[in-house]
């Protein structure tokens, strides 16, 4: 008994290109919008503390408070660049990370460790631990950083929900 037999050959061509895709739709999300929001916010904390840490210094070694704001606030700058540029650089990414249990792991650390930091500082400058132009400074930064740990918090809300998939 004889069987026949075809066999299909299929090429296919691939040409790569030096440009570079961004996913701008990402920025359109609520999840794109929290992380821009959370860089900037995050960025101007950075430079608040940044300056007057290393300006007017307070004594040999920086206060605890506004060290500690510093280091979270720089830790978070990094970590939601890295999360922003991954998700506009690629185009699964966005959808893929949300489903994953990091962003919520990620966002719920951020969230208490920057509403620890801005409280501390908080304290600090309430306290009258600086002087008067250091004091308006660092208050901006303590009440900036209470407003992007509430982005975190919101980001972590809608990180569970969409690791719940619900």
Same mark, same amino acid.
């Given at each position: 008994m004889s069987h026949s037999v075809v066999i299909t050959r299929t090429t296919?061509?691939?040409?790569s290109t030096s440009h570079l895709v961004l996913n701008t739709g990402y920025l359109r999300t609520t999840p794109g919008l929290l992380k821009l929001a959370q860089l900037i916010i995050g960025a101007v904390n950075v430079g608040l503390v940044a300056y007057y840490i290393r300006r007017y210094p307070t004594?040999? =070694?920086? /206060?605890?408070?506004?060290?500690?704001?510093? =280091?979270? /606030?720089?830790?978070?700058l990094i970590g939601t660049f890295c999360l922003l540029a991954s998700c506009l650089v690629s185009l699964s990414t966005g959808g893929i990370i949300s489903k994953t249990i990091y962003e919520l792991v990620y966002h719920t650390i951020a969230f208490l460790l920057y509403l620890i930091a801005s409280i501390m500082l908080l304290v600090d400058v309430t306290n009258g631990r600086y002087y008067h132009t250091i004091k308006d400074a660092y208050m901006a930064a303590a009440i900036l950083g209470l407003i992007v740990s509430a982005l975190y918090l919101f980001s972590a809300l809608l990180a569970q929900r969409s690791y719940r998939g619900i």
């Open positions: 296919t061509t691939t040409t004594s040999a =070694l920086p /206060a605890s408070a506004e060290f500690f704001f510093l =280091l979270m /606030a720089v830790s978070f």
